[in-house]
């Protein structure tokens, strides 16, 4: 199979969801650590197992069998807004196929934090039932930047030749992601914002500021008279990062 023939599969909408249910069937019978389709844990391994799988049953192996660079897949701790992401060099029309490199990286965070939001979960224009169709669909999102990396040295999925791919081989009609992301889980758990003014205790003393940030924790500006940071005012304050659940609003 030459890859430009990736660019000519064209499954029909019943097929994808037939093609994308034996993934899944295939995933949770091969995976030691997946027993269902909410993720509570999960490993470089698995993502190996589905990039497999996605090969075999949507590509015919043509990975398997025609490409010769690097591929690695990894889940990182850090991603909080972005699902997942394709890493590449920059100088990549520059390279021969041997020394392609792409990373397939996708956030553990945003899929453990699946089922903290009681509302639908969209992705890619698929509402998904639990986590593992979300991670599924998320990957499906990758493996598209990745076959137009790999035969066009470039890829743009605002542009029209990867929603083609997309939808042609997955069934995507949207490039983004409705998954609960740590500032929603925040205002619905702990009733906090950005922007919001909160106090907390560190070693008996307590602090008043403001939340300017929230990732895993809160990132908090405390007024500070010898603080290292300084706003347009001239007011200086110093930075402080704060477990959610150790912050009252104030």
Do not use: W
Not at 102 to 129: C, H, M, Q
């Amino acid at each position: 199979m030459l890859k430009s023939n990736l660019f000519t599969l064209h499954y029909p909408p019943p097929q994808i969801i037939a093609k994308r249910e034996e993934v899944r069937r295939e995933l949770l019978q091969k995976s030691p650590h997946l027993s269902g389709g909410r993720i509570t844990r999960i490993f470089q391994s698995d993502l190996k197992l589905l990039f497999d799988l996605y090969d075999r049953i949507f590509f015919h192996n043509y990975f398997r069998d025609h490409f010769t660079g690097r591929l690695l897949l990894s889940f990182s701790t850090r991603m909080t807004k972005n699902a997942g992401m394709t890493v590449y060099p920059r100088n990549l029309k520059n390279l021969s196929p041997k020394e392609e490199r792409y990373e397939l990286r996708i956030s553990a965070v945003i899929f453990f934090s699946y089922d903290k939001l009681e509302r639908d979960k969209v992705v890619n224009g698929v509402k998904t039932r639990d986590s593992l169709e979300a991670l599924q669909l998320v990957f499906e999102h990758e493996l598209c930047h990745l076959i137009e990396l790999h035969c066009f040295k470039e890829s743009s999925c605002r542009q029209e030749r990867f929603q083609s791919l997309a939808l042609n081989l997955f069934g995507h009609t949207e490039s983004c992601h409705q998954l609960p992301l740590i500032p929603e889980i925040a205002t619905a758990k702990y009733g906090l914002s950005i922007g919001d003014r909160v106090s907390f205790q560190v070693e008996g003393k307590t602090f008043d500021g403001i939340i300017c940030r929230i990732t895993k924790r809160a990132t908090v500006m405390v007024p500070d008279a010898g603080g290292l940071y300084r706003d347009r005012a001239g007011k200086r304050y110093s930075k402080y990062y704060v477990p959610l659940a150790l912050l009252k609003k104030r």
